[in-house]
């Protein structure tokens, strides 16, 4: 290109596909950082804007959910009607194509910011679910686990006014559900104890728990690159593992549209939608596989 010419974005995309895919050929031990990026193609919203700011108030705490009844009954008023939705969300391209990763051996782990299980729904079977799963549910007081979808048909069963109730999906899995009051809305205990039910995630004001943490961690110490995939890493929970990709000097790239934490770390960025970038680097590296072709 003659000196002083700037690429066109058809250059660009090519310049960013070929390292992308060297990258995927080069590298067998990826560890593969998720966010909310990749399962947008797959109907659930992020949370921040290109510039990493909110696009809407943070997700419920820890703290208020425990202590207060009114905070917990809004909590889950917006979690049943966002679940219709939320529960039934399905993998997309960037999922499949991060699923033929590992199946073509070249993912020694992938870790997941996400609470909706499609990298598993995606056939992906090496995956820390870093902040937990939102199909499961979690008793507070005795530890005991249940599935969401009995949870979901008993609180439906106790508030049968609300079932009528549309309103958007939002990134958590519940939804935009504003002027309304929730005093009236039945959260039921846990039956065998009497426990404050929770959704099996962790809220901000938790702690990750830390078999996660190390889990990824050691896994992170025999990578030979790090991933990250539709993450701005603005939360430390996962902005953590890229330091340390740093700290080992492997390889650091990121596919995520606009600002993320770690730009200054960064060996290159491709900011483009996560499944176009990964189904074409993918397809180029494992040899069109099944499901995330460019006819996909």
Excluded at 41 to 46: F, L, T
Excluded at 191 to 213: H, M, W
Excluded at 215 to 230: E, I, T
């Amino acid at each position: 290109m003659p000196a002083g010419q700037a690429s066109s974005p058809t250059q660009a995309a090519d310049a960013s596909d070929d390292r992308l895919a060297t990258l995927l050929r080069s590298h067998r031990r990826l560890f593969v950082l998720t966010g909310a990026g990749c399962s947008t193609d797959s109907g659930i919203p992020d949370y921040r804007d290109r510039a990493g700011a909110w696009k809407r108030p943070p997700p419920i705490a820890f703290g208020p959910f425990m202590a207060e009844p009114l905070t917990r009954a809004r909590y889950w008023a917006r979690s049943m009607i966002g679940w219709r939705s939320f529960g039934q969300a399905r993998p997309n391209r960037a999922h499949h194509a991060l699923a033929a990763l590992e199946a073509a051996d070249r993912i020694e782990l992938l870790v997941t910011q996400n609470v909706d299980g499609l990298h598993q729904a995606a056939n992906s079977r090496a995956v820390v679910d870093l902040h937990g799963r939102l199909d499961g549910v979690r008793c507070m007081q005795c530890g005991a686990r249940l599935p969401r979808a009995d949870f979901q048909a008993e609180l439906e069963a106790l508030n049968p006014d609300w079932r009528d109730f549309v309103a958007p999906v939002a990134p958590d899995g519940d939804a935009d559900l504003d002027g309304v009051d929730f005093s009236g809305f039945r959260v039921p205990a846990h039956a065998a104890c009497g426990g404050i039910l929770k959704p099996d995630v962790v809220f901000f004001g938790e702690s990750v728990p830390r078999q996660r943490v190390l889990a990824a961690s050691d896994a992170l110490s025999r990578a030979d690159a790090m991933l990250v995939v539709g993450s701005s890493l603005m939360v430390y929970s996962g902005y953590r593992f890229a330091l340390a990709a740093a700290e080992r000097g492997i390889p650091l790239v990121s596919i995520n549209r606009g600002l993320t934490r770690a730009d200054a770390l960064l060996s290159f960025k491709v900011e483009e939608d996560c499944g176009d970038a990964l189904a074409r680097a993918v397809a180029a590296t494992v040899l069109q596989p099944c499901g995330i072709s460019d006819g996909a």
